[in-house]
Structures are given as C-alpha cells and as structure tokens.
C-alpha cells in the first residue's frame, strides 16, 4: 500500500488518476476483493458520528479524493493530494478498463431504471464491455450479512469481477462492509450519483465550477429538499475537525 493522508477518521491514498486504475486493475486481478471509496467533506464529517463507516474506512482497498475543498484542505496535512478523483469522473475511464481487460461488471443501486438505462447507454457507446446484471433493492442503512442475503446471491449469481454500488454514503460503504466478504472476489466501488449521471437522469455540474470547488452549489441548486441539510448543516462541520487535526498535528511537532 502506498502513502496515505488521515483527514478526521478517512484515510486517503496518494495517488493520481492512472495510479488509482492501476490499483484498481491489480486488486481486480488479485481476485481477492476489496473495496474502493470516493470520499469527500461529507463522508469525514459523517465519520465521525458513525462506527460502521469508521470500520469500513478502516479496512478500504483505495480511497481517492473526490471533492476540491478536500484536496486543498490536504495542503495542510503536509501532504498535498495529486488531483481530484470523484466517482463519477472514475466511472468511464474504470468502465472502458473492464472492457479493455475483459472484467465483468455489476450495477448495484439507483433509482428504479436508472442503472438499466444506464447499462443500455454504456453497451451502445462500449460495445465490448460486459454489464452482466443489475438490480436497484432497497438496502437497509444499518443492515448485516443475513439481511443481504438476497442481494449478495443475486450478485454471486452473476459472477462480476466489479460491483459498482451505487447506495450514496454511508449506506453505499455500510453495505460494502457488510457484504463484501460474502461476495467473493468481487471488487466493489461506491460510485454514488454516478448512475444517475450516466443515465441522464440528473445533470452534472459543468467543470469550471467542480474546478473552483462549487460542484455542491450546483447540486444543491437540483436537489434542494435533500441536498440542503447535508450542504448548509452537515458539512460545515468539517472546518471543525481540520481544526482539531492541526491542533494534534501542531502538538506532535511540539509536544
């Protein structure tokens, strides 16, 4: 494993863009599982209410920075992280690898439809990649092995090498943690809204403003009703936990 930041309770890996799909790649190939995450703010400040993310954070294969604030916010922890690596941005360039490597490939997650559409989308525009099944349950938040029950053999049915889960966080981690060693080896990648964006069914925001760190405002702008607690509440909060890692850090160098 290479080198790693900790913001708050998340651990973040190093890595740029190609260096990300090349451990993917390895981990798919080890066929031993693992897990990959996309955190952002959101996902630190929900650490830290959460034991179950916690635990699933503490045992992720990759986890790649997804969100501008969190990538500036890495200059101070003395490690400055390479580039952004959202999900959704990993969802094409990840896909075309398992086309190009032949990796069998599964939805998991979205609104009824939208990972059909999607698959439909992705068949006409990648011809050679293998989307052998797809489904949209709903998860339970806090749910163990036995109640994924049905989910994990519909997915072991399938034999994927990739899951790609789709559930938002933490449901999206809570079940990776869960599930994931129930699986085999499958590599599961919690991609959030990606399906929606490669269905069309929700709009990205235009890259000047995810460049200059305003993605959130675009979502929010959508998505207002279920998106307004987690922008103008929730993550907020963050400044409070940089805070207090720049203390600890600041006492370490000066103990």
């Known amino acids: 494993m290479g080198e790693r930041i900790q913001v708050g309770h998340v651990p973040i890996d190093v890595v740029t863009f190609e260096q990300a799909l090349a451990r993917i ?27 179950r993310l916690r635990a699933a954070y503490a045992d992720v294969s990759l986890s ?16 400055t992280l390479p580039e952004k690596i ?5 969802v094409f360039p990840l896909l075309k690898l398992a086309a190009d490597k032949g990796f069998r490939v599964y939805f998991l997650g979205g609104a009824d439809g939208v990972a059909a559409k999607a698959a439909e989308i992705l068949r006409r525009d990648m011809p050679a990649i293998q989307i052998v099944g797809w489904s949209s349950p709903r998860i339970a938040l806090n749910g163990d092995a036995e109640s994924y029950r049905e989910v994990i053999d519909e997915i072991r049915e399938h034999s994927p090498d990739i899951v790609l889960v789709a ?13 994931g060693p129930k699986l085999g080896p499958v590599v599961c990648v919690g991609v959030g809204a990606s399906l929606d964006f490669v269905a ?13 760190g305003l993605e959130w405002a675009y979502r929010l702008g ?3 009703k279920r998106l307004w607690r987690r922008y103008l509440v929730q993550d907020p909060k963050f400044l409070a936990i940089l805070a207090r890692d720049m203390k600890a850090r ?3 160098r000066h103990p």
């Open 222 to 224: 959508q998505e207002p």
């Open 25 to 51: 790649d390895a981990l798919v190939r080890a066929k031993k599982g693992g897990t990959v995450f996309t955190p952002n703010i959101d996902h630190v400040v929900l650490c830290e209410g959460d034991a």
């Open 86 to 90: 959202s999900g959704s941005d990993l």
């Open 167 to 179: 559930l938002g966080c933490p449901k999206q981690e809570h079940f990776m943690l869960a599930a």
């Open 250 to 252: 600041a006492t370490d």
């Open 200 to 212: 069309g069914t929700v709009k990205r925001s235009p890259r000047w403003m995810s460049r200059v």
């Open 64 to 79: 790649v920075v997804d969100g501008t604030p969190l990538l500036w916010a890495s200059r101070l922890y003395g490690t």
